[in-house]
C-alpha cells in the first residue's frame, strides 16, 4: 500500500459523497550534508 512505502511525507485522501476518488502521496527524502569541492 502507498502507506507503507513512506518513510516522511504526506497521504493525502480526497472522499467526495462517501466515496474515495482521490490519494496523493508526498514522499520527502533527507540528504546527509556533504563538502562542497
Known sequence: ????????????????NSKIVQIEKTEK???QNQERR
Open 1 to 16: 500500500s502507498s502507506l507503507q512505502q513512506i518513510n516522511y511525507g504526506e497521504l493525502v485522501i480526497t472522499i467526495h
Open 29 to 31: 527524502r533527507r540528504f
